[in-house]
């Protein structure tokens, strides 16, 4: 069964640090999202690609995070520098990029996430 | 806009007891509806889904119907083991093309 795969599993980091997480996600889908969550809470989306276009990034802290996905496949999300409360899950997720409708749905699947640490 | 609500959680069961988990939503159109697991450490599993109003999901004994009436999508299952202890969250997903909107989660205990 394809997956989502994500790296690292946990990473530990000092504040003004900078940090990456990698994402590569099934195969065939033109959709991946980023998410963050905190500890207790949902997850919460960060930035959305459809292929290598950005369509929603409106909660990216775009002063210190950062997402790329160069060839519409596997992506990078950077934060620089971190600071304590970026603490968090960072989840990435991938779907086929379908429309919503009366019967129809476009499925997220999710990574087994980042777990990221700031001291 | 979109939200979901989810009862607030722990909820302690024993084993073998009968679960339900409630989850509403607010939303326009025709939105899909979904169930997602989270173990501790580990990221969200889909559990089950449903597309349209009156659509029964279903997976390893849990299920959820889709009731439109009454904007809701709650999750039982007939038997819980140890094993179903994890945070359960509820979603819907928007008609048209956008994003995943999460409940809260509810943290589900189960003790032998």
């Known amino acids: 069964e394809a997956e989502v795969a994500q790296s690292p599993r946990y990473k530990i980091t000092e504040k003004s640090q900078a940090v990456a997480f990698w994402c590569d996600p099934i195969?065939?889908?033109?959709?991946l999202y980023w998410y963050r969550q905190i500890l207790g809470q949902g997850p919460e989306l960060l930035v959305q690609f459809q292929d290598e276009s950005v369509v929603d990034d409106s909660q990216l802290p775009k002063d210190r995070f950062s997402a790329e996905r160069l060839k519409g496949v596997d992506s990078t999300l950077k934060i620089q520098p971190a600071e304590l409360g970026d603490s968090a899950m960072y989840l990435c997720?991938?779907?086929?990029?379908?429309?919503?409708?009366?019967?129809?749905?476009?499925?997220?699947?999710f990574g087994p996430g980042t777990r990221l640490t700031v001291l | 806009g979109n939200s979901v609500t989810q009862m607030e959680g722990p909820v302690t069961l024993s084993e073998e007891a009968f679960l339900t988990i409630n989850c509403t939503y607010t939303a326009t159109g025709y939105p899909s509806l979904f169930w997602y697991v989270q173990y501790p450490g580990e990221g969200l599993q889909l559990l089950l889904k449903a597309t349209k109003a009156d659509d029964k999901g279903s997976n390893k004994g849990f299920e959820a119907t889709y009731r439109k009436e009454t904007t809701s999508f709650h999750l039982e299952k007939g038997s819980v083991q140890v094993s179903d202890s994890a945070v359960y969250f509820c979603?819907?997903?928007?008609?048209?093309?956008?994003?995943?909107?999460f409940g809260k989660g509810t943290m589900l205990l189960v003790s032998p």
């Open positions: 979603a819907l997903l928007p008609s048209g093309y956008s994003t995943l909107t």
């Open positions: 997720a991938s779907s086929l990029g379908l429309a919503v409708g009366w019967g129809r749905t476009d499925t997220q699947y």
């Open positions: 195969s065939g889908h033109a959709t």
